[in-house]
């Protein structure tokens, strides 16, 4: 899928860029060009942003957690 259309930019390389520390709008506008022209895709840029840190940020499925109460 496009995020940047003026720029030919897919979610791909967006997610790639955010894999290598791209953290913000303007870090993605820097290596990408997202958000460089019309500006419509800010929006999008911003969502993939908060959508991969989530992903980086929750547990590998075959991680889990033990309360105290349980281990105990
Ligand atoms: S869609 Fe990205 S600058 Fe226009």
């Known amino acids: 899928m496009y ?3 003026c720029n030919a930019v ?3 390389e967006v997610n790639d ?3 290598t520390g791209a953290t ?3 870090a993605l506008n820097r290596q990408l ?3 460089a022209q019309c500006g ?3 929006g999008c840029a ?6 991969r840190q989530m992903q ?5 499925s075959n991680v889990f957690s033990i309360s105290k109460q349980e281990a105990a």
């Not at 980086?56 to 590998?60: C, K, Y």
Request: proline share 3%; hydrophobic share 40%.
């Open 56 to 60: 980086s940020t929750a547990l590998p």
């Open 24 to 26: 913000t709008v303007k």
């Open 17 to 19: 860029a955010i894999d």
């Open 40 to 42: 419509a895709c800010v």
């Open 33 to 35: 060009g997202v958000g």
């Open 10 to 12: 897919t979610e791909r």
């Open 46 to 51: 911003k969502e993939c942003l908060s959508k």
């Open 3 to 5: 995020v940047c259309i």
